[in-house]
């Protein structure tokens, strides 16, 4: 079975830090390139983090450099978001996803799996 979930969302005030994790089912987890996606109320679906284990390779969206990292314990299956210093901003869905293959991690439509989706809310 192909699954993703996530955790570990919430409320928390500006500033203040949350990790998300995202379980992942062992073959997604050791096959694919992962992202973590967001979406404010409103708005589009739009990457902010992404893990190519193939050489290590991290990307992550201008708005979130710097306060975000992203990771992975193959022990536990498990992709990780960091999330620091936390703006109101910031406030929206999250959502992992895995990507087969090579495509571009920009493109939400080459993922080929997501979770349910976690929700943060930063107070100002």
């Known amino acids: 079975q192909s699954r993703m979930v996530e955790s570990g969302g919430g409320l928390v005030q500006a500033g203040g830090s949350l990790r998300l994790s995202c379980l992942a089912s062992a073959h997604i987890f050791n096959s694919y390139q992962m992202g973590w996606f967001r979406q404010p109320p409103g708005k589009e679906r739009e990457v902010v983090a992404h893990l190519n284990w193939i050489g290590g390779v991290t990307n992550y969206a201008d708005s979130v450099k710097g306060r975000f990292t992203i990771s992975r314990d193959k022990s536990k299956n498990t992709v990780y978001l960091q999330m620091n210093t936390l703006k109101p901003e910031d406030t929206a869905v999250y959502y992992c996803?895995?990507?087969?293959?090579?495509?571009?991690?920009?493109?939400?439509?080459?993922?080929?799996?997501w979770g349910q989706g976690t929700q943060v809310t930063v107070s100002s």
């Open positions: 996803a895995a990507l087969v293959g090579l495509g571009d991690y920009k493109s939400i439509r080459n993922y080929d799996y």
